[in-house]
Nanobody
Framework: QVQLVESGGGLVQPGGSLRLSCAAS????????MGWYRQAPGKQRELVAT???????NYSDSVKGRCTISRDYAKNTVYLEMNSLKPEDTAVYYC??????????????WGRGTQVTVSS
């Protein structure tokens, strides 16, 4: 079994910054892609950013230029640095690990989410 544990969410004022972390633990040999998604109240879950093991990153237009995703492969951890935060960034942020290879299969996993609230 693979677990994803997010941290770093909280309340921040508009224009502020936050750094989210997500650590993967369990028994697996590799993770192809790790990323962040978010879901605001009444809205569908949407992509924020992803980072593949081939070094490719992808950002949604809504966060491009304000967020940076990075991975620490030694720690199986993905980070999301968010700057110039806006009230519309308020959401539950979920970590995703895709293409996780274990001895039996290749699967995707989700974390439980961390709340980010941008408000004055």
């Amino acid at each position: 079994q693979v677990q994803l544990v997010e941290s770093g969410g909280g309340l921040v004022q508009p224009g502020g910054s936050l750094r989210l972390s997500c650590a993967a633990s369990g028994t697996f040999s590799s993770i192809y892609v790790m990323g962040w998604y978010r879901q605001a109240p009444g809205k569908q879950r949407e992509l924020v950013a992803t980072s593949s093991s081939r070094g490719m990153t992808n950002y949604s237009d809504s966060v491009k230029g304000r967020c940076t995703i990075s991975r620490d492969y030694a720690k199986n951890t993905v980070y999301l640095e968010m700057n110039s935060l806006k009230p519309e960034d308020t959401a539950v942020y979920y970590c995703n690990a895709g293409g996780v290879r274990t001895w039996s299969d290749v699967r995707n996993y989700w974390g439980r989410g961390t709340q980010v609230t941008v408000s004055s």
